[in-house]
């Protein structure tokens, strides 16, 4: 697919969709989040790709809104008012529900910089992988706003509420280092291995059980809501799905006889 402000690619059951505004620091646009959204919505619909990667090109994965883009035309409100709500309801908020209803497992490759949306985007991914130079930044304090897309809602979850009131408050850089040690994020690689790393992470997925991986990635989303006896239920659910697929045949077969299974994703 062609795109402005992404390049996408398919390679080995993997999508591999790049921010492509190198100059800008990856800074996020309203139309760069169009067509972020239609880059998920061809990966999901596309029964060849199993697995999504999502990364930055240049030195940074993303700066997050590009606030300049944003002052050139300002949305507002029927009063005249300056309506950042409505940009996140259009624009953000559906997309980041996306991300975590699309059935395909997504990993982000942090390279470099992630900071106020870019990188809350990052973290919604299922999982993160950081370049050893990368940083997080809840920069938004520092322009007077909140934490949005999604980041008042990972944060605390993902490292407790004194950790995310900290980084949402001081608005000051989280190295990739602290972040996987604080368990917000999966693992720090050297800056030349991140992407041969994701990509050899996405190729397992990709090669894995796709039914398993979607129900998988269903319950743990659901298990934040959800009591202790509604997520039991989902449980007993989601496994009797699992076990009437023939990757759980094909599964239980290999182990049986000591050898690599062979999925099919069904």
Known sequence: ???????????????????????????????????????????????????????????????????????????????????????????YNPLILKMRELPKPIISAVNGIAAGAGANLALMADLTVAARSASFLQAFVNVGLIPDAGGTWILPRAIGPQRAMGLALMGEKLSAEQAKEWGLIWSVVDDEQLMPTVLAMAKRLAEGPAVAIERIKRAIHAAAANELDKQLDLESDLQRDCGQSQDFMEGAMAFVQKRKPNFKGR
């Open 1 to 91: 697919m062609d795109f402005k402000n992404l390049l996408y690619r398919i390679e080995q059951g993997i999508a591999v969709i790049s921010f492509n505004r190198p100059k800008a620091l990856n800074a996020m646009t309203l139309e760069l989040m169009e067509e972020l959204g239609q880059a998920f919505d061809a990966a999901a619909a596309d029964a060849a790709v199993r697995a999504i990667v999502l990364t930055g090109e240049g030195r940074g994965f993303s700066t997050g809104a590009d606030l300049a883009a944003t002052s050139d035309k300002p949305p507002l409100d029927l009063q005249g008012r300056l309506d950042l709500g409505f940009v996140l309801d259009r624009y």
